[in-house]
């Protein structure tokens, strides 16, 4: 017996001084307040999966801060609900410029690239850049994001925050706005943040063009392989020059929406 007590005894204080766990005590400490959670299953095992080229890519733990709540923030890959062609649901959301917006606020551009998106994500942050540029550089095309992400327990999501994020020009697209029932985002099928959606303005309104990744960064410390969403710049231009999208669905990843209970 007393032999079991000392085996646990040593185990203990073997796994308490390991450099795994004194990192995740590290990154607890460094974090105050915003104190982190790991990803479910990531410390204990890493998970494989195969992308397009039929390469595996593999996953290393991820950290996110927690909501006020103490709910973990998952990570999620973008799903295909919409299939190309679909015209794209409708809505009526507020802006943070105070307006409402529909899709028919935007008929004078030739396409329409919506984002789910969020204000505090570490993923959806990382795109904001490559998102304002777009908006920038294609007048043509339409930047509208959507914030669907339960504010109560995420305070950062706030429409307030919103707000200030587009007043000191962090975000710069067409229109920001809230989808504060999450009725749009399910409607879309939207799962993640950002998950973007590119639509044809045709004369059966706005079809669906291309849902997925804006470029092959797919976590907030790498960078793209060309310019900053090259792969969704590829897309608009071929959909602005009314040619046929060639382009295979490659999922979008970021943290998964915020649904309300």
Same mark, same amino acid.
């Given at each position: ?12 204080? &073997? ?15 460094? *974090? ?12 204990? =095992? ?12 593999? #996953?290393?733990?991820? #950290? ?18 919409? %299939? ?6 409708? #809505? ?19 396409? $329409?690239?919506? !984002?789910?998106? *969020?204000?505090? *994500? ?30 109560? =327990? &995420? ?43 590119? #639509? ?7 079809? $669906?063009?291309?849902?997925?990744? $804006? ?11 060309? %310019? ?16 046929? !999208? ?8 970021? *943290? ?6």
């Amino acid at each position: 017996m007393l032999s079991a007590v000392l085996t646990i005894v040593s185990t203990h204080r &073997y796994l308490q001084n390991t450099p795994l766990t004194n990192m995740f005590a590290s990154r607890r400490r460094r *974090c105050g307040r915003g104190a982190v959670a790991v990803h479910r299953g990531a410390v204990a =095992e890493r998970t494989k999966r195969s992308t397009a080229s039929g390469s595996e890519q593999l #996953f290393s733990p991820t #950290f996110f801060p927690l909501g006020s709540k103490g709910s973990r923030m998952a990570l999620e890959e973008s799903t295909q609900e919409l %299939e190309r062609g679909e015209q794209a649901p409708d #809505f009526e959301l507020p802006g943070t410029d105070d307006e409402q917006y529909s899709l028919s606020d935007f008929e004078g551009y030739e396409a $329409l690239l919506l !984002v789910f998106t *969020c204000n505090h *994500c570490p993923y959806a942050k990382a795109k904001m850049d490559a998102l304002n540029a777009i908006a920038a550089d294609y007048e043509e095309v339409a930047v509208v994001g959507i914030n669907p992400n339960d504010a109560e =327990e &995420y305070p950062g999501d706030s429409f307030e925050r919103m707000r200030e994020l587009v007043s000191e020009g962090t975000i710069a697209y067409d229109a920001y706005l809230r989808d504060e029932s999450q009725t749009v985002a399910r409607a879309y099928g939207a799962t993640c943040t950002p998950d973007p959606f590119l #639509f044809s303005n045709t004369d059966a309104g706005f079809t $669906l063009a291309y849902h997925g990744r $804006l470029d092959d960064a797919m976590s907030p410390d790498e960078d793209p392989s060309g %310019e900053p969403g090259f792969e969704m710049r590829a897309v608009s231009d071929a959909v602005l020059a009314d040619e046929p !999208v060639e382009t295979a669905f490659r999922p979008s990843r970021g *943290c998964s929406i915020k649904w309300k209970e």
